[in-house]
């Protein structure tokens, strides 16, 4: 690297920085703690295969670093940030571009890395595990890119129930597990998140600051009141839409049903969110 670290962030999993290789790509540095769960070998074996992964919604690490106290991964920077970012702390260009096509775009984007993750790492009981939109970076179009999946097997328990957001859903809280099912909860709150426009208290460990969108939405439902939760800077803009827009909400409101076995499974959750149209 030729210049200082810039630090990004500092995130349950640990902190972030951007640097700049010796070539001019810039790159994002985690520096992750609490990952002595497993050997080196099987460290090493597991960053190969995250080194192997081919797909335009995962973000690949392009390197990595072991050492018994600590972890490093390097990703490529990029420079819009995550939909997080982009949804609540941007009031730039970038926020404006968030119109109704842009945003299905990203849930598109997010469902089909989704997609993939089944498919690679079907046998976990988390494929993704810490799905929040912090957690999803975009490109320079919106595409949506995946990051921080699939670490719960290398995670100490404590760790991973203190720091990742599936052991903060209903299914873990109420129920004491975690399944693929809880990867569709956060899917959901993603959903809900982009359509309303609202940050969701469910990222809060203390659930304080923010809105419930699970609550709101299911209340709204069952009123029919649902036009009503549609952020008023896509309604003004795309009122041709609003169908398609609650289409998607519905589908939110499905992901994050509180008892799992009523919830979509995420196979049928990605068919449904492909379905809708702009």
């Known amino acids: 690297m030729k210049a200082a670290a810039e630090v990004l962030g500092n995130g349950g999993l640990g902190s972030a920085y951007k640097a700049a290789m010796a070539s001019g790509l810039s790159v994002v540095v985690k520096r992750m703690r609490e990952m002595n769960k497993v050997s080196r070998d099987i460290f090493d074996a597991e960053m190969r295969r995250f080194g192997r992964i081919r797909n335009p919604n995962i973000i690949t690490p392009l390197a990595y670093h072991y050492r018994k106290e600590e ?3 390097v990703t490529e920077y990029m420079p819009k940030g995550s939909l997080l970012y982009v949804l609540h702390g941007d009031r730039g260009s970038s926020h404006s571009d968030l119109n109704w096509p842009i945003r299905l775009k990203i849930v598109k984007g997010i469902a089909r ?6 498919k690679e790492f079907s046998s976990e009981d988390l494929p993704h595990g810490n799905l929040k939109s912090s957690n999803v970076l975009l490109t320079d179009n919106y595409e949506a890119l995946l990051g921080d999946f699939a670490f719960h097997p290398l995670m100490n328990h404590n760790y991973a129930v203190q720091t990742m957001f599936a052991y903060k859903t209903p299914d873990y809280v109420t129920y004491q597990r975690v399944t693929q099912k809880t ?3 956060c899917l959901g709150i993603i959903v809900l998140e982009v359509i309303t426009g ?3 208290s469910q990222y809060h460990s203390n659930g304080k600051g923010g809105t419930d969108v699970v609550q709101w939405v299911l209340t709204a439902i069952s009123d029919r009141r649902e036009a ?6 896509l309604k003004s803009s795309h009122s041709n839409s609003l169908n398609q827009m609650l289409q998607l909400l519905q589908i939110g409101a499905a992901c994050t049903e509180s008892n799992p076995d009523q919830r979509l ?3 049928e959750a990605i068919r449904r969110i492909e379905e809708v149209q702009v």
Not at 228 to 233: G, T, V
């Open 71 to 73: 972890k490093l991964f």
């Open 265 to 267: 499974n995420m196979k």
């Open 183 to 185: 990867d569709v909860y």
């Open 198 to 200: 609202k940050f969701p």
């Open 113 to 118: 890395g989704l997609g993939f993750l089944y």
């Open 228 to 233: 009503e939760l549609i952020d008023p800077e």
